[in-house]
């Protein structure tokens, strides 16, 4: 059973088959019933290539995890994200295809090409570091795209981030507020814009306070997974003088740091506060419970999926979108002695 079928069985084109499978409104009523009652009787279903053809859309997109991400799909705050996301643009009609960037084909086929031969509707496109070249030629085409977390420029495209200079002025605020005057800053070593934009406004809110930015203080993991920041933390304890609160611009940093504390018979937040980033489930559950600034994870993907439908359907201009950040105070910062 095909469309031409279906045509040929109602005494009418495929081209008028085609419009009642898709809605349009060009078709009497007459003629829509008689066609409808046929597809009902069938059973009849067109294939997704039969509808991109007829609507020149195929209402699925394109996820696409840009360059080294924390172990891609294991990362908690852009797994949340995404499950939002395709949640809210599950809502509105469309599909999601995940793209893997372990290996181009030998004929050097990139996330564009990918894009055109599936013939995706838009695409999300989720930050990591090291961004292939790829991803800026995606960005600049005609496909419109959403970026989380990565600053797009493209004609078609749009952003939304966490104020990330917020993130850590709230960080800063908090800390001051309690007490504590000696801080520190856990990021990571590679490049990094994310961390690049908490570091420098972390020292920017620490002199905005009168407080010195103590150069020792400032340590770098290799990754953003737990085993990274307890590495780094326990690197830093051995090396001598620590800071009364550390800012770790990752829950997963800040739960590796605490374990290195808890090893060295270092008590939190006694010895030393502990701050995260991004608010994980798992924050409520470590010991002491972890203070974090909190990323409307939920929030973000409905964005996602609202600002790329309307990309899609040239509802909007390209623009961008700063998340407010909040800070989540738990047990493992309290007030300075």
Not at 100 to 123: I, M, P, W
Request: charged share 25%; net charge negative; with cysteine.
């Amino acid at each position: 059973m095909n469309i031409k079928t279906i045509a040929s069985m109602a005494g009418v084109s495929v081209a008028t088959v085609s419009k009642i499978i898709n809605n349009y409104s060009d078709i009497g009523d007459e003629t829509r019933q008689r066609v409808q009652k046929i597809l009902d009787e069938t059973g009849y279903r067109p294939s997704s290539s039969a509808k991109t053809l007829a609507t020149k859309k195929s209402n699925i997109i394109g996820v696409v995890f840009a360059g080294k991400l924390n172990s891609d799909l294991n990362h908690p705050f852009f797994v949340s994200v995404i499950n939002s996301f395709k949640k809210h643009i599950g809502f509105l009609g469309y599909d999601i295809l995940l793209f893997s960037n372990e290996k181009f084909s030998t004929a050097k086929e990139d996330y564009l090409a990918r894009c055109r031969h599936f013939q995706v509707d838009g695409c999300i496109i989720i930050a990591g570091d090291d961004i292939e070249a790829s991803v800026h030629n995606l960005d600049q085409s005609v496909i419109p795209c959403i970026g989380v977390d990565i600053a797009l420029t493209g004609a078609n495209s749009s952003y939304i981030m966490s104020d990330n200079m917020k993130v850590s002025a709230k960080v800063v605020e908090h800390l001051y507020l309690s007490g504590y005057r000696e801080i520190g800053f856990l990021g990571i070593e590679r490049s990094s814009i994310v961390t690049s934009m908490r570091e420098t406004a972390f020292n920017e809110s620490l002199r905005n306070f009168g407080l010195t930015v103590n150069t020792n203080w400032i340590i770098h993991s290799k990754e953003y997974d737990e085993e990274s920041g307890y590495q780094a933390m326990k690197a830093h304890i051995v090396k001598g003088t620590l800071p009364r609160a550390m800012f770790a611009v990752s829950d997963l940093l800040a739960f590796g740091a605490m374990r290195a504390l808890k090893e060295h018979n270092l008590k939190i937040p006694e010895d030393m506060a502990i701050v995260g980033c991004d608010d994980i489930d798992a924050c409520s559950y470590t010991d002491p419970t972890l203070t974090t600034v909190r990323q409307d994870k939920e929030k973000i993907g409905r964005l996602a999926a609202m600002m790329l439908y309307d990309l899609i359907n040239k509802q909007m201009e390209p623009g961008v979108i700063m998340i407010e950040p909040e800070i989540v105070v738990r047990k493992s910062c309290g007030g300075a002695v």
